[in-house]
C-alpha cells in the first residue's frame, strides 16, 4: 500500500500552471516536516520546496522561488505544490516526501527524507 501518492501532473505549455497533490496516510503527517523532489531525463533527483509541519516556514530551490508554492492541508493529510510561470526546464518526474515520523527540521537534501512517493510527471512545452 502507498504511503505517499501524488497526482496533478501533467502536459503544459511554457508560462502555464499545475497544482500537485500528494494524498499521505501516515498517521504523523500533521507532523512531519514534507517535501517536493524532482527528477528530470539523465539528471539526478534535486530538492525543490519543503514545508514545516504547520504550514508557516517554507524552503524553496533559487530555481523555483517566486513561482512554485508549497503548501499543506494537516486536516486532510495532503501536501501541495502549486507551479506557475512553468518552463520547459521543469519537466521532470515531481516526487513528494517525507521526513521521518514527527522530525520537524526542514533539509533539502535527499537522503534526509524516509517516504516517497511513486513520482508523477509534469511536461513543459515550448
Known amino acids: 500500500q502507498e504511503q505517499l501518492v501524488e497526482s496533478g501532473g501533467g502536459l503544459v505549455q511554457a508560462g502555464g500552471s499545475l497544482r500537485l497533490s500528494c494524498a499521505s496516510s501516515?498517521?504523523?503527517?500533521?507532523?512531519?516536516?514534507m517535501g517536493w523532489f524532482r527528477q528530470a531525463p539523465g539528471k539526478e533527483r534535486e530538492f525543490v520546496a519543503a514545508?514545516?509541519?504547520?504550514?508557516?516556514?517554507?524552503r524553496y530551490a533559487e530555481f523555483v522561488k517566486a513561482r512554485f508554492t508549497i503548501s499543506r492541508d494537516n486536516a486532510n493529510n495532503t501536501l501541495f505544490l502549486q507551479m506557475d510561470s512553468l518552463r520547459p526546464e521543469d519537466t521532470a518526474v515531481y516526487y513528494c516526501?517525507?521526513?521521518?515520523?514527527?522530525?520537524?527540521?526542514?533539509?533539502?537534501?535527499?537522503?534526509?527524507?524516509?517516504?516517497w512517493g511513486q513520482g508523477t510527471q509534469v511536461t513543459v512545452s515550448s
Open positions: 516526501a517525507s521526513r521521518a515520523d514527527y522530525v520537524t527540521v526542514i533539509h533539502t537534501t535527499r537522503s534526509s527524507y524516509k517516504y
Open positions: 501516515r498517521s504523523a503527517f500533521s507532523q512531519t516536516v
Open positions: 514545508i514545516s509541519t504547520s504550514g508557516g516556514f517554507t
